[in-house]
């Protein structure tokens, strides 16, 4: 019985590779009609390839290889979901472990240093990159690094910060126009975007100096400038007599036309002398455009108001007295009357302002003031550099800076 069942099988499997035969015998006459059919210019196919290709065709699979393949699907199909879910991770990390080894197989040296530039002869590696820039430039980038990170910490980043970076970007326009891209590479800077950030640091900077100034200021310091710099308002008018010159005159042309106010001045002054009214000639006279039709009336001011030759001529002068010599400024010749006087004002209401001053005056007479400011906010923050270079480099650069390198203020 079983040999018949054999028996059928097997016509049973004739039967139907005849009929492959056939459908195959068609198919390959009707591809030879097409190409007949058109007109087309082909590479010439060599016998030994389409020997090879009706081989591969026609490849029947044996029964070895489809019992294999059927051994395959069966394991497969007895997996559960939680099996092939690990297979799968297996096979992924196998692949990332394959690609990674590809990856770093020409970046590294034997010692593991990755490899940052090569040439034929010689590599330079990340280690040895590090070591030449750590010589060059180390502190700078690292104290760059602490002090972004301390800034930021420190103070939040406001609008009005956002605001004066914006017109400060826009006054750089203005002032270079066309040339303002040449400005930010002459800097140094890559892009407005980076100069935006350098204007906040730079706001964030004058906070720091400031409280560290006023931090260190002394009730002492506070007091003595009280007494010597601190006043009550006046009030004053003028009659101002310019020079009447342009920036690219000559010395010689500046010089007669500083002569030639100051005879003016002076000619006025003895006008004054002989009883004239101080007001009328001040609107007959004046170059100040903004006080000489108020008989050249300022109202009343401080100190720090006025520019210091005018202002230090004003405070000397008794109530309706005048200078009898012309008061040279940056703006011409003057000449002052003082008007009124007011009391000074108590040591308490005066202290934010002496505070301000004193400030603003050790900013101007200490250049090294904001690198010391900074240098005492890492202190704060407990500053502590590993690197024996980029220590030693900071140490002589803290003992440079915190010099006081004081400015005249005539200068």
């Known amino acids: 019985m079983a040999e018949k069942k054999k028996t059928e099988n097997k016509n049973k499997n004739v039967k139907k590779t005849t009929e492959i035969a056939k459908k195959t015998s068609s198919k390959k006459q009707d591809a030879k009609k097409d190409v007949n059919n058109k007109n087309i210019k082909t590479k010439q196919i060599k016998k030994e390839d389409i020997k090879k290709e009706k081989v591969e065709d026609t490849k029947v699979p044996t029964l070895k290889e489809k019992k294999k393949e059927s051994k395959i699907k069966k394991w497969f199909n007895s997996l559960t979901l939680e099996q092939i879910v690990i297979c799968g991770f297996i096979i992924t990390a196998l692949l990332l472990i394959i690609l990674i080894c590809v990856a770093t197989k020409n970046t590294k040296t034997k010692n593991g240093d990755d490899i940052v530039v090569s040439v034929k002869g010689k590599t330079i590696t990340a ?39 914006t017109n400060t970007i826009e006054n750089y326009k203005n002032t270079y126009g066309d040339n303002y891209n040449a400005f930010l590479e002459y800097n140094g800077i890559k892009n407005e975007k980076e100069l935006k950030e350098i204007l906040i640091k730079n706001s964030k900077l004058t906070l720091v100096t400031e409280n560290y100034i ?102 000397k002068l008794e109530v309706n007295e005048y200078t009898t010599t012309p008061v040279k400024t940056t703006y011409g010749y003057h000449i002052i009357m003082k008007t009124g006087q007011k009391e000074k004002p108590s040591y308490d209401k005066a202290k934010d302002t002496i505070i301000e001053k004193l400030v603003e005056q050790t900013k101007t007479n200490d250049s090294n003031i904001s690198v010391k400011a900074m240098i005492a906010l890492r202190e704060k923050y407990n500053i502590k550099i590993k690197d024996k270079t980029v220590k030693s480099d900071y140490n002589s650069y803290i003992k440079e800076s915190t010099k006081t390198t004081t400015t005249s203020s005539d200068e």
């Open 127 to 165: 280690n040895e990159l590090y070591t030449e820039l750590k010589k060059q430039n180390g502190q700078n980038v690292a104290i760059n690094l602490i002090d972004d990170y301390i800034l930021n910490k420190e103070y939040k980043t406001t609008n009005d910060m956002k605001q004066s970076a």
């Open 214 to 315: 006023k931090e260190n200021l002394t009730s002492k310091e506070m007091k003595e400038y009280y007494e010597n710099n601190i006043h009550g308002d006046i009030s004053a008018k003028h009659i101002l007599i310019s020079f009447g010159y342009e920036d690219d005159d000559t010395d010689e042309v500046k010089e007669q036309a500083e002569k030639e106010a100051k005879a003016k001045a002076e000619e006025i002054i003895e006008k004054i002398k002989k009883g004239e009214d101080f007001s009328s000639l001040a609107k007959e006279y004046s170059d100040d455009e903004g006080s000489k039709e108020n008989g050249g009336d300022l109202g009343y001011f401080n100190t720090g108001d006025m520019v210091e030759e005018f202002e230090n001529a004003a405070y």
